[in-house]
């Protein structure tokens, strides 16, 4: 069964950074492309950045030069440094690998940008 458990999350201000971190069970990760996705109030989930097997990074433009995600297979975890946070950047981060639509969630980790 596959299993997220994500962590790393917290209340920071404006400008500040944290470093999430997911570990992934169930699954041989290192064929997997993995992602975070982010669940702001009032909005659907989005895919915020997602990396390959390979190493390939893609990032929706709203975090482009502040977020990295990165992965470390033979820990089986993938991580996503935030760095000069925003308000806009407050809500619930999940991990997860593709395929995206299928219906294994971790619990998420809650991310709160206020001064």
């Known amino acids: 069964q596959v299993q997220f458990v994500e962590s790393g999350g917290g209340l920071v201000q404006p400008g500040g950074s944290l470093r999430l971190s997911c570990k992934v069970f169930g699954i041989i990760m290192n064929i997997q492309r993995m992602g975070w996705f982010r669940q702001s109030p009032g909005t659907q989930r989005e895919l915020v950045a997602n990396?390959?097997?390979?190493?390939?990074?893609t990032y929706i433009e709203s975090v482009k030069g502040r977020f990295t995600i990165s992965r470390d297979n033979a820990k089986a975890e993938v991580y996503l440094q935030m760095n000069n946070l925003q308000s806009e950047d407050t809500g619930v981060y999940y991990c997860k690998a593709e395929p995206w639509q299928s219906a294994d969630w971790g619990q998420g980790t809650q991310v709160t940008v206020a001064s």
């Open positions: 990396i390959t097997a390979t190493g390939t990074t």
